[in-house]
């Protein structure tokens, strides 16, 4: 793996020389493709797509629908009229809370949502559960970040309409059961919202598979611009849903005082639409379908499992979750005794290596695992053997250069 | 960052701090949190007479907010609210890197942090004490 083929893909490492970037989850480096391809658009198909009666306002038109409907292919939906473009994946979420929670969720109904979830997969439903008198609960880990088909079956009831749980949690980076867990719910009468944030940019994701009933993601987390995100629905239930947002491209007929909307998924995009960021998708999705997932999957494992057995071997150094290296797919999360993750972050920093610290916008997760905060890595295939030694090179001095055996 | 930033200084009173106990007799009290990263402190006061009499602070944090806040109660701790007022806006100034030689020999093992300006992500961290200080002083005066 010595000989890295992709970092010359991705200017910020030559703009940027001695850069480690470990900080995947958070967002990913973009590659000359997707920026050239964004570039392009706005230089030669740039027009207000979906309306416009000229030729140019039909190629902005075609490259953002041809955009969706490679994100189709990619996670495999029935339809091109189940996927809808977003910001990210927190705007996904947020669509789904205000247009079928509020729709579908009432008094003394329950919310499942499992308790390592990213704050974005649960303040939209504390919020929901607030507004409407309803409940929310959550699903409970065990200290390695397992979740049990017993704990989910033992959690819902007959008044649970919705369970929101991630496929991949970005601090233990471990993968979830999403397709038994989906059976589990749906046996249940209970719809499953999957946040594939974290798992969308690094495996094979399929819906129909999964047999989820809303699938979000992040463009930016996938070497896509920011800014671009999706929502997956199954057809039936946005159908049946009423819009998000509200003005223009999103009606069919408008008069003083009533409108009929759209055809989804346009229903659900009010306003002109980020092309340029859809394009930009469109090319992220083309070259990670180039390389392929067997190759991105070798290849962070591999990275993943170098990282974790060096960490294990350093004193003070301790990491969250699994206990294996299987258990992380390309995230690491951990502390060092005695030492505060920011300023584990920050010795990271002066030797030009790029982590998180903090809470990982998962502040229930900590609490529940009894730990203020946290330091974090996580791979993409473009990281090397050689950005994994410098890692654990730094972490071995953390301790030294923050005062302790001096 | 600046490749000496955990100088002496902060690295002592973030593993040894001198202020860092509960205060039974406080007369004041006031919690600062930094949304970043979640960090909490409480910080707590024996104010008589226009005069910081005793003070001391709790919770966890960085080196950086750790060490700041035990600086600064060194600082301000027999020093009339007036003058810690005036040391808070000076430290506002250091931070901004507006300060003058001058003034930054006022606030004495405070200007071990002065390079916290080369670091915008670690300024929420360096603040935090100094911005309770503040908000706990102009609460109860």
């Known amino acids: 793996m010595s000989d890295n083929r992709f970092k010359k893909d991705f200017p910020v490492f030559n703009e940027y020389k001695n850069l480690v970037y ?29 309306r416009g ?10 490259a953002y629908e041809n955009a969706r409907e490679a994100v189709r292919n990619f996670i495999g939906a029935n339809s091109k009229r189940e996927i809808v473009f977003t910001r990210n994946a927190t705007e996904s979420l947020n669509l789904i809370a205000y247009s079928f929670g509020r729709a579908n969720i009432g008094h003394g109904d329950e919310i499942l949502v499992a308790i390592s979830e990213h704050h974005s997969n649960l303040l939209p439903w504390q919020q929901l559960a607030r507004e409407k008198g309803a409940v929310l609960k959550f699903l409970e880990c065990d200290e390695h970040g397992q979740y049990t088909a017993q704990a989910l079956e033992k959690a819902l009831t007959p008044k649970t309409k919705l369970f929101a749980i991630a496929q991949v949690s970005n601090v233990f980076g471990r993968v ?20 594939g944030a974290q798992s969308v940019p690094h495996m094979a994701v399929d819906v129909k598979e999964l047999d989820v009933d809303f699938l979000v993601f992040s463009g930016h987390k996938m070497l896509a611009p920011m800014g671009i995100g999706v929502l997956y629905g199954r057809e039936e239930l946005l159908e049946k849903m009423p819009p998000f947002l509200y003005g223009g491209e999103m009606i ?36 990670i379908s180039s390389i392929g997932f067997d190759e991105i999957v070798r290849r962070e494992r591999q990275l993943t499992e170098l990282a ?57 997760l900590h609490q529940h695992l009894n730990i203020q905060s946290s330091a974090r890595m996580s791979l993409a295939f473009y990281n090397d053997e050689e950005d994994v030694r410098r890692f654990t090179d730094t972490l071995k001095t953390v301790r030294e250069k923050m005062g302790y055996g001096r | 960052m600046a490749d000496n930033f955990y100088n002496d200084i902060l690295i002592d009173h973030n593993l040894h701090p001198i202020h860092l106990h509960e205060l039974p007799c406080a007369t004041c009290s006031n919690a ?12 707590n006061l024996v104010v008589k007479d226009g005069l910081i009499k005793d003070g001391s602070y709790t919770g966890v944090g960085c080196a950086i907010s750790q060490a700041s806040t035990d600086i600064m109660l060194e600082l301000i701790i027999g020093r009339t609210v007036e003058d810690a ?54 609460d109860n005066s």
């Open chain 2, 85 to 138: 007022k005036h040391l808070c806006e000076l430290f506002d100034k250091m931070i901004g890197g507006e300060i003058t030689d001058d003034e930054l020999e006022e606030l004495e093992e405070a200007a071990a942090l002065q390079n916290i300006s080369k670091m915008p992500a670690r300024v929420k961290c360096a603040k935090l004490g100094w911005k309770t200080l503040i908000r706990l002083l102009d």
């Open chain 1, 176 to 195: 979830n059961p999403i397709k038994e867990f989906a059976d589990i719910a749906h046996k249940n009468g209970t719809l499953i919202v999957c946040d």
């Open chain 2, 32 to 43: 600062g949190i930094n949304p970043t990263c979640g960090d909490q402190l409480t910080l």
């Open chain 1, 22 to 50: 470990l900080d995947n989850a958070a967002t990913t480096q973009k590659p000359y493709p997707v920026l050239e391809r964004a570039a392009k658009y706005y230089k030669s198909e740039n027009a207000n797509p979906l």
């Open chain 1, 53 to 62: 009666l000229y030729d140019l306002s039909v190629k902005a038109t075609d």
């Open chain 1, 308 to 364: 974790f057995e060096q960490m294990k071997t350093i004193p003070h150094v301790n990491i969250i979750g699994s206990q294996e290296a299987a258990g992380h797919e390309g995230i690491i999360t951990f502390t060092v005794d005695g030492v505060h993750p920011h300023d584990i972050a920050a010795v990271f920093d002066s030797e030009n290596i790029a982590i998180r610290a903090g809470h990982h916008c998962a502040q229930p």
């Open chain 1, 252 to 287: 069919e007929y408008v008069t003083r005082d009533s409108a009929t909307f759209a055809e989804l998924p346009h229903k659900f995009e009010a306003g002109t639409v980020n092309v340029g960021g859809a394009v930009g998708l469109h090319a992220a999705i083309d070259y």
